[in-house]
C-alpha cells in the first residue's frame, strides 16, 4: 500500500499551469512560489496573481473545507554538532506561521544520530502522533522496515539530506549526492593544479546514504580524470569537532605531503583548527558541505576553499509542497525540482 494522505475536492491545477498563465517558465514559477531567490518583484507578482487566479496548490489554505484539522507533520533530525541540521531544524520551528498558511503544523524533534535502531523506533512512535513525517534517512533495514510500516498505515515519508533505498518513502528532498562527490573532487583538482597529489576524505558516517553516494562520486571522479592524485584514506568523525580534529591529526602525521581534505559531513571547525595548528591552513585545499557560520568563518579565514550547499529555506518549502501535493490527492513531487548543488567561495558569500 503507497502511503497517501486523504484527498480533498477536485483535481488541481499543475504548476506548468501556473507557468502558462504567468508567460514564464516551469522553473521561474517554481522558484517564485517557493520562496527562493532569483525572481525579479515583477515577475514573482505576476506568477503569484496566476497562481491565485487558478486556485493554485499555494492557496491550499483557502480550498481546505471548513473546520478541517491541520495537517500535522513531524521533522525528525539527528542532534548533535552538524550546524546546518541544526539551522534547519530552527528554521522549521520559526516556520509555523509559514505552515498555518497550507493548514498544516510542524513540530521538531532531535534524537542521537548514527542508531538506526533509535531512529526506526521513533519513526513508529511519532507515526502514531502525525500525519505525515520528514527525517535524515540511515540506510539500515530496520530504518526501511519502519519507513515501510508507516506507509501501510497511511502516514508518508520524506527522506531529508539523506536517502533510503528501496523503500517506501513518498518523496526525497535533497542533493544528487553522487553529483556533489564529483563536484568536490573536480574542485579539489582544480585548487591543487596539474600535479601528482594526495588528498583524503572525512566522513559524518557512511550510515548515510548521501555520505557514502559523495564518497563514491568523489572516488570516481579521479580515478576518471585525474589519475595522478591518489585519494589516501576515508575516516569517520560523526559530525563531531573534536573527532574531526583527531582525524586530522592522524592524517597530517601519516601523510606530510597531503594536499586537500574533502569533508563530506559536519564538524568542519575540528579540521580547520588542525590545519591551523601545523600552519598549514593555506596550503592544503579544504572544501566541504553547508553554508553555516561556522563554514562561513572559515571561507572568510582562507581555511576553507570551496563550500557545497544547498538552500534551507528551500528545503522547507519543498517539504510543504510535497505534503500539500499528497493531501490533494498529487504525485508527491509533482512540481518540484531537485535542488541544484550551490558553490560558495568566499568571493561570492551571500
Do not use: W
Request: glycine share 10%.
Amino acid at each position: 500500500m503507497t502511503a497517501s494522505i486523504p484527498t480533498y475536492g477536485r483535481t488541481l491545477p499543475t504548476l506548468a499551469d501556473v507557468a502558462a498563465r504567468a508567460g514564464v517558465s516551469t522553473a521561474t514559477a517554481d522558484r517564485a512560489l517557493n520562496g527562493r531567490p532569483g525572481v525579479r518583484p515583477t515577475t514573482l507578482r505576476r506568477v503569484l496573481h496566476a497562481a491565485k487566479e487558478l486556485d493554485y496548490i499555494a492557496d491550499v489554505s483557502d480550498r481546505m473545507p471548513a473546520g478541517m484539522k491541520p495537517l500535522r507533520l513531524a521533522f525528525l533530525l539527528p542532534s548533535g554538532e552538524n550546524s546546518f541540521l541544526g539551522m534547519l531544524g530552527r528554521l522549521v520551528a520559526r516556520a509555523q506561521e509559514q505552515f498555518a498558511g497550507f493548514n498544516m503544523r510542524a513540530r521538531v524533534e532531535y534524537i542521537e544520530g548514527f542508531r538506526p535502531d533509535l531512529l526506526a523506533q521513533e519513526l513508529k512512535r511519532i507515526g502514531r502522533e502525525v500525519d505525515g513525517i520528514a527525517f535524515m534517512a540511515l540506510e539500515h533495514p530496520l530504518v526501511r522496515e519502519a519507513v515501510n510500516l508507516l506507509s501501510e498505515r497511511g502516514v508518508p515519508t520524506v527522506a531529508l539530506i539523506s536517502d533510503i533505498a528501496h523503500s517506501a518513502r513518498a518523496a526525497y528532498v535533497g542533493l544528487d549526492n553522487r553529483a556533489a562527490g564529483r563536484t568536490a573532487g573536480y574542485l579539489l583538482a582544480r585548487f591543487i593544479g596539474d600535479r601528482p597529489a594526495k588528498v583524503a576524505m572525512i566522513v559524518g558516517s557512511l550510515s548515510y546514504r548521501a555520505h557514502e553516494e559523495r564518497e563514491m562520486g568523489f572516488l570516481h571522479l579521479f580515478q576518471e580524470l585525474y589519475p595522478a592524485i591518489e585519494v589516501v584514506g576515508l575516516r569517520e568523525g560523526h559530525d563531531e569537532e573534536a573527532r574531526n580534529y583527531r582525524q586530522t591529526k592522524t592524517l597530517l602525521a601519516q601523510y606530510p605531503d597531503l594536499a586537500g581534505i574533502y569533508n563530506i559531513g559536519g564538524g568542519p571547525e575540528g579540521i580547520g583548527r588542525a590545519l591551523r595548528e601545523v600552519g598549514r591552513q593555506h596550503d592544503i585545499v579544504f572544501i566541504g558541505h553547508g553554508l553555516t557560520r561556522e563554514t562561513r568563518s572559515l571561507l572568510m579565514d582562507g581555511v576553507m576553499d570551496a563550500v557545497l550547499t544547498q538552500n534551507p529555506q528551500a528545503t522547507l518549502m519543498d517539504c510543504i509542497s510535497i505534503f500539500a501535493n499528497l493531501r490533494a490527492g498529487r504525485p508527491a513531487a509533482e512540481g518540484i525540482a531537485r535542488p541544484g548543488i550551490e558553490i560558495v567561495l568566499r568571493e561570492n558569500l551571500p
